[in-house]
């Protein structure tokens, strides 16, 4: 007999969990019932649906730590040491963007925590995720605290992961993070910010067959910021369903986001982006870029921006476009004895990587290096 999800959760609870985990896991649960994501124009739910259900009880293991000096706990870890912090942090997040988020937050059986405290110094975390994992992160940057984090996240087959990345006052982290799982992929990111943190976030969606993605970016305190600078190469079959909002709650708060995406062969993607301004926020500035470049007869890209404003006095705006690499512009490149292949890659380049540019160093170079590969 097939097990009701209720069933399922609770299987996938890990030990001595407090009750206020549990009413978390109960939350998201019923998110995932009500299914309120029920159809979509470019994603097949019914492929998504099996995602989901290739979760085998695969357990995450802990992080390689490349570089750098992070306190790293499991999460029944954490739920020892660092209770209160991380009930705050499940508190401040947003209710889940659909089922399938839902799903992931109420059927985590494992995962971990990477705490950065002003010691911590750059770091970089390599993730191997298991086929049929399911499993939940979270990324701490202590107030006060400075850090860069890059994570090459990698597996094979499917996965689902959540992730809650957690800035205290005053601190300030780049969160750079590197898709490059071989199979069918959830992944799911909220970032919170607190009163005077800022934040530079960025995805480069870099590998995968069937992949959705959503990233929240919440800004939770007066004059925190975050800055979104992400991008996506497409090729063979590849479908991409990246979903990004920004959350703003208090007055004074700052968000900006620029996705690029380059579509090759019979690619497909679709980026829905989201600026939510909500009551009280007032004196917030919020810009929202999305921009496709396509390259190959088959492929394609949809682009749809939207506002959400509650309040008066602010600034907020998006942009969009869908285009093709023009001949004019190969041609030029081509009169200075380039032939047509590396004329194309070059325009291609320069495109994903203004949308990277503005990160700092370390980051930027990594992801460079991964977009010159897949170019």
Same mark, same amino acid.
């Given at each position: 007999?097939?097990?009701?999800?209720?069933?399922?959760?609770?299987?996938?609870?890990?030990?001595?969990?407090?009750?206020?985990?549990?009413?978390?896991?109960?939350?998201?649960?019923?998110?995932?019932?009500?299914?309120?994501?029920?159809?979509? #124009?470019?994603?097949?739910?019914?492929?998504?649906?099996?995602?989901?259900?290739? %979760? =085998? $009880?695969? !357990?995450?293991? *802990?992080? +390689?730590?490349?570089?750098?000096?992070?306190?790293?706990?499991?999460?029944?870890?954490?739920?020892?040491?660092?209770?209160?912090?991380?009930?705050?942090?499940?508190?401040?997040?947003? #209710?889940?963007?659909?089922?399938?988020?839902?799903?992931?937050?109420?059927?985590? %059986? =494992? $995962?971990? !925590?990477?705490? *950065?405290? +002003?010691?911590?110094?750059?770091?970089?975390?390599?993730?191997?995720?298991?086929?049929?994992?399911?499993?939940?992160?979270?990324?701490?940057?202590?107030?006060?605290?400075?850090?860069?984090?890059?994570?090459?996240?990698?597996?094979?087959?499917?996965?689902?992961?959540?992730?809650?990345?957690?800035?205290?006052?005053?601190? +300030?982290?780049?969160?750079?993070?590197?898709?490059?799982?071989?199979?069918?992929?959830?992944?799911?990111?909220?970032?919170?910010?607190?009163?005077?943190?800022?934040?530079?976030?960025?995805?480069?969606?870099?590998?995968?067959?069937?992949?959705?993605?959503?990233?929240?970016?919440?800004?939770?305190?007066?004059?925190?910021?975050?800055?979104?600078?992400?991008?996506?190469?497409?090729?063979?079959?590849?479908?991409?369903?990246?979903?990004?909002?920004?959350?703003?709650?208090?007055?004074?708060?700052?968000?900006?986001?620029?996705?690029?995406?380059?579509?090759?062969?019979?690619?497909?993607?679709?980026?829905?982006?989201?600026?939510?301004?909500?009551?009280?926020?007032?004196?917030?500035?919020?810009?929202?870029?999305?921009?496709?470049?396509?390259?190959?007869?088959?492929?394609?890209?949809?682009?749809?921006?939207?506002?959400?404003?509650?309040?008066?006095?602010?600034?907020?705006?998006?942009?969009?476009?869908?285009?093709?690499?023009?001949?004019?512009?190969?041609?030029?490149?081509?009169?200075?004895?380039?032939?047509?292949?590396?004329?194309?890659?070059?325009?291609?380049?320069?495109?994903?990587?203004?949308?990277?540019?503005?990160?700092?160093?370390?980051?930027?170079?990594?992801?460079?290096?991964?977009?010159?590969?897949?170019?």
């Amino acid at each position: 007999m097939r097990k009701s999800a209720a069933a399922q959760a609770q299987e996938h609870r890990i030990a001595k969990e407090p009750e206020w985990m549990a009413a978390y896991r109960e939350s998201n649960l019923a998110v995932f019932t009500e299914k309120p994501l029920r159809k979509s #124009k470019y994603t097949s739910i019914t492929r998504l649906e099996e995602i989901i259900a290739g %979760n =085998s $009880g695969a !357990v995450q293991p *802990a992080p +390689k730590i490349v570089h750098g000096k992070p306190t790293v706990l499991s999460i029944a870890e954490a739920l020892y040491e660092i209770p209160e912090l991380l009930r705050s942090i499940l508190a401040a997040e947003e #209710k889940p963007k659909d089922q399938f988020e839902g799903y992931i937050n109420s059927h985590f %059986n =494992s $995962g971990f !925590v990477i705490v *950065a405290g +002003k010691e911590a110094g750059d770091i970089t975390l390599r993730i191997e995720a298991p086929e049929g994992v399911c499993s939940k992160r979270f990324i701490i940057i202590e107030e006060g605290a400075e850090c860069c984090i890059i994570e090459e996240l990698a597996g094979h087959g499917t996965t689902l992961c959540s992730e809650t990345v957690y800035l205290g006052k005053g601190a +300030k982290a780049t969160i750079a993070r590197l898709h490059l799982g071989k199979g069918d992929s959830m992944a799911y990111q909220q970032c919170i910010a607190e009163e005077g943190a800022s934040l530079v976030n960025s995805n480069a969606w870099l590998s995968g067959n069937l992949v959705r993605g959503n990233t929240a970016n919440i800004l939770n305190g007066p004059g925190a910021s975050a800055m979104e600078y992400s991008a996506l190469i497409g090729s063979g079959s590849q479908h991409f369903d990246i979903n990004y909002s920004s959350i703003h709650r208090t007055q004074a708060t700052d968000s900006h986001c620029i996705f690029k995406s380059a579509m090759k062969d019979s690619s497909s993607s679709v980026f829905d982006g989201m600026i939510r301004i909500q009551e009280g926020a007032d004196k917030s500035n919020a810009l929202l870029e999305c921009h496709s470049i396509i390259l190959g007869g088959e492929a394609s890209s949809n682009q749809i921006p939207g506002l959400e404003i509650k309040t008066d006095d602010v600034k907020a705006t998006h942009s969009a476009t869908v285009s093709r690499i023009e001949e004019e512009e190969l041609f030029y490149i081509q009169s200075r004895g380039i032939i047509r292949e590396d004329a194309e890659k070059m325009v291609l380049r320069s495109f994903l990587e203004s949308a990277v540019s503005m990160l700092p160093q370390k980051a930027r170079e990594r992801l460079v290096q991964e977009i010159e590969l897949r170019t």
